[in-house]
């Protein structure tokens, strides 16, 4: 089969496509015929191997040779102990524990695959997976964004940023999203209240203050978004520099037991798309779009990496598999 493999970290450049055998479904398996992957940050932090905790698994050399972890596709073949699933039912599932979405064929385990929801595209349900987990738990579980507060999202013109913004201001808040020049526009289309170019103003210094700040691209010092909050308020952080992740951690231990109750925390998202419901409904209901800013075909992954990687992608990019 073809598929889109490098070894070793990198610009997109080291992308090629190859030829690979199909993979065999194990035990518990199910191959799955890929049709729509969809990108993440995740993807292009695993290609560059930063920030540092991309290398888990792989400190020198990559661990898995084909990135792409949220996928939607059609049963092809089950292996032994795989009888939730018959061949040829459309299913999605993020595998971004052993990536491989970047090819015509994954085998997956079938606890983490589910069944399309009727009515949604297969490029909807690629785009689902990781933003759609990061969204629910950072804005409403863990979060807990409700009517009249003000939550501040850093990197919310991306994939993740698409549905928090969307789902904060469905529960009530007044949304601020953060990102580059060229995303002002796409994140006020979404809903956003107020909007801040983090490339000419630091929203840590406007003296504005948020009782959620869901950090996507964390690269700014803790203490100062610490400060950023309201008496109660959370900080959490999702991505960004291993520097800001480990003054977090070392700051969450620290702040403890504080009477002001604003907390610094690290969001350490359930992935899989069974947590996805309540979010799926949403999408189902027209409350809440899945905006695809770009498609590109698989041969065409070096650019649809270098597309996001460069700070372009409005909402989800989508490589579909012919
Ligand atoms: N905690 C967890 O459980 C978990 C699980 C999976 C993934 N993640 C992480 O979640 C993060 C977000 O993923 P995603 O797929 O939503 O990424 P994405 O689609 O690439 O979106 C990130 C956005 O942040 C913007 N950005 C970059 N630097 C910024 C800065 N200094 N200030 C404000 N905005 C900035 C980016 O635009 P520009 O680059 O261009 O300007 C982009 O729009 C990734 O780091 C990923 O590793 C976390």
Redesign the pocket.
Known sequence: MKAVVYTRYGPPGVLRLADVEKPVPKRGEVLVKVLAVS???????TLRGK?L??RIGGPFRPQHHVLGSDIAGRVEATGPDAALFRRGDAVFADI?SHMGGFAEYASVPQSALSRIPAGMSYEEAAALP??G??AL??IRDKGRAGAGQAVLI?????????YAIQLAKLLGAEVTG???T??LEFMRSLGADHVID??REDFTRNRRAYDLILD?????SPLACRGSLKPGGRYL????SVATLLQVLLLAGLLTGRTDGRKIR??????GVQHLTPLIELCQAGKIATVIDRRYPLNEVPEALRY??????????IVTVE
């Open positions: 990108l993440n940050g995740s993807d292009w932090e920030p905790y991309s971004l990781q933003a987990a990061i738990q950072g850093n990197g919310a013109g991306g994939g993740s940023g698409m953060v990102d580059n060229g995303k983090y490339t996507l691209a964390a690269y700014r952080y999702v991505g960004g690290v969001l350490a998202a359930r992935l996001l990687g460069e700070g372009n992608a409005k909402g989800k990019v």
